[in-house]
């Protein structure tokens, strides 16, 4: 029998994460990790951490950081604003953002979580179909609407939208926030980032992670960088929930990974020389591969289902992500790891 107090409870369908196995030996290609390790500057840096200072609370301003991060992007302080992983980043700013009775909108293939903000934060929303390659079609984008949410490279897609298309796509909706979420970008060409963009927009939000490119998932970081006027209302509201968003170790290391460019570098070049590869083996198998410029792919088998390689290839202790949902049901998002996980994981592959 239903409780009385039942109907007052907010009920949300929860967001999935990929899964987090706890055995070491999994090839883990499910949550775009980086395979490769913070810097050694990074790890310097965590041994000399002053643990007593934890019985005291955080800068609730995490000054330093922000200062590295706009030190860094050449923005100004007042221009930077950080939180719990780009998730909290960007739940923060539904929160502030969007809170008109118009629908916001967002691609119907993109990261999962938007629709889950926004049913929980009771805000209207409308989805907008891709078109049949993938791509967004910015001119769907020219409606009334609350706002707008994009994610370049779109996730689960791996597919890049040109920087021309958003700067038409901010010019048609100049009375709304557009958010634009750069988890991956990192791994795009150079110069794709619209972050130079938020000088000339004054309704340009953009988002960071440090949970993909900088090796840092486990510390929970990510940030926006907008105008002072926007980084002012998203703290009024930060600050109207939790003040000490950001804990010390977060503040330290997420500061310090910032000075090793060199290192970081390095990285995404590994990155993005073994996706090449990857790419082309799986093409040679038939794949059908949607161009990525992220950290991983998005690919459609040959002779065989998604679902049939993504259960098969988890048996063999090979994890990948698979979304059962109408369009992309026969896809498998494949996380870049190592060389050498990715020359295991074409050898099982060509297995089937
Ligand atoms: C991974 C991801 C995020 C969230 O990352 P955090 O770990 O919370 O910083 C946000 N957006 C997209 C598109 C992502 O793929």
Same mark, same amino acid.
């Given at each position: 029998?239903?409780?009385?107090? +039942?109907?007052?409870?907010?009920?949300? =369908?929860?967001?999935?994460?990929?899964?987090?196995?706890?055995?070491?030996?999994?090839?883990?290609?499910?949550?775009?990790?980086?395979?490769?390790?913070?810097?050694? +500057? *990074? #790890? #310097?840096?965590?041994?000399?951490?002053?643990?007593?200072?934890?019985?005291?609370?955080? &800068?609730?301003?995490?000054?330093?950081?922000? #200062?590295?991060?706009?030190?860094?992007?050449?923005?100004?302080?007042?221009?930077?604003?950080?939180? *719990? %992983?780009?998730?909290?980043?960007?739940?923060?700013?539904?929160?502030?953002?969007?809170?008109? &009775?118009?629908?916001?909108?967002?691609?119907?293939?993109?990261?999962?979580?938007?629709?889950?903000?926004? =049913?929980?934060?009771?805000?209207?929303?409308?989805?907008?179909?891709?078109?049949?390659?993938?791509?967004?079609?910015?001119?769907?984008?020219?409606?009334?609407?609350?706002?707008?949410?994009?994610?370049?490279?779109?996730?689960?897609?791996?597919?890049?939208?040109?920087?021309?298309?958003?700067? $038409?796509?901010? +010019?048609?909706?100049?009375?709304?926030? *557009?958010?634009?979420?750069?988890?991956?970008?990192?791994?795009?060409?150079?110069?794709?980032?619209?972050?130079?963009?938020?000088?000339?927009? &004054?309704?340009?939000?953009?988002?960071?992670?440090?949970?993909?490119?900088?090796?840092?998932?486990?510390?929970?970081?990510?940030?926006?960088?907008?105008?002072?006027?926007?980084?002012?209302?998203?703290?009024?509201?930060?600050?109207?929930?939790?003040?000490?968003?950001?804990?010390?170790?977060?503040?330290? /290391?997420?500061?310090?990974?910032?000075?090793?460019?060199?290192?970081?570098?390095? *990285?995404?070049?590994?990155?993005?020389?073994?996706? =090449?590869? !990857?790419?082309?083996? $799986?093409?040679?198998?038939?794949?059908?591969?949607?161009?990525?410029?992220?950290?991983?792919? !998005?690919?459609?088998?040959? %002779?065989?289902?998604?679902?049939?390689?993504? =259960?098969?290839?988890?048996?063999? %202790?090979?994890?990948?992500?698979?979304?059962?949902?109408?369009?992309? @049901?026969?896809? /498998?998002?494949?996380?870049? %790891?190592? @060389?050498?996980?990715? +020359?295991?994981?074409?050898?099982?592959? #060509?297995?089937?």
């Amino acid at each position: 029998m239903a409780r009385a107090w +039942e109907d007052k409870i907010r009920k949300v =369908e929860p967001y999935t994460p990929g899964e987090q196995p706890k055995d070491e030996s999994v090839i883990k290609l499910n949550t775009n990790e980086n395979p490769y390790g913070v810097s050694p +500057e *990074v #790890k #310097k840096m965590a041994e000399s951490l002053e643990m007593d200072i934890l019985r005291k609370y955080p &800068d609730p301003k995490a000054e330093e950081l922000v #200062k590295a991060l706009a030190d860094y992007h050449k923005v100004d302080e007042s221009q930077v604003f950080v939180g *719990v %992983g780009s998730d909290d980043v960007l739940g923060m700013c539904f929160m502030t953002f969007f809170n008109s &009775d118009k629908p916001i909108l967002f691609p119907n293939i993109t990261y999962s979580f938007y629709p889950v903000w926004a =049913e929980m934060l009771r805000i209207p929303f409308k989805t907008i179909d891709l078109k049949p390659d993938f791509t967004i079609d910015i001119n769907d984008y020219k409606q009334d609407n609350g706002g707008i949410v994009i994610a370049n490279p779109n996730a689960p897609t791996a597919i890049y939208l040109d920087k021309a298309e958003i700067r $038409i796509l901010l +010019e048609a909706n100049k009375d709304s926030i *557009v958010i634009v979420d750069e988890a991956y970008i990192d791994f795009a060409e150079d110069g794709a980032s619209v972050l130079d963009l938020v000088d000339e927009f &004054d309704n340009l939000i953009v988002v960071r992670t440090y949970s993909k490119s900088r090796s840092m998932a486990g510390l929970r970081i990510g940030y926006a960088i907008s105008n002072k006027e926007i980084i002012k209302y998203l703290n009024d509201v930060k600050y109207s929930y939790n003040s000490y968003t950001m804990n010390y170790p977060s503040i330290k /290391l997420g500061s310090a990974v910032i000075a090793d460019e060199d290192y970081f570098r390095s *990285v995404l070049a590994k990155i993005k020389n073994t996706r =090449e590869w !990857f790419v082309s083996q $799986i093409k040679e198998m038939g794949y059908i591969v949607l161009p990525s410029s992220a950290n991983f792919v !998005f690919a459609s088998p040959a %002779g065989i289902s998604a679902k049939e390689v993504f =259960e098969a290839a988890k048996e063999n %202790g090979i994890y990948f992500r698979y979304f059962n949902s109408p369009g992309i @049901d026969n896809y /498998l998002r494949i996380t870049i %790891g190592t @060389d050498a996980e990715m +020359e295991r994981v074409v050898e099982f592959l #060509k297995t089937l």
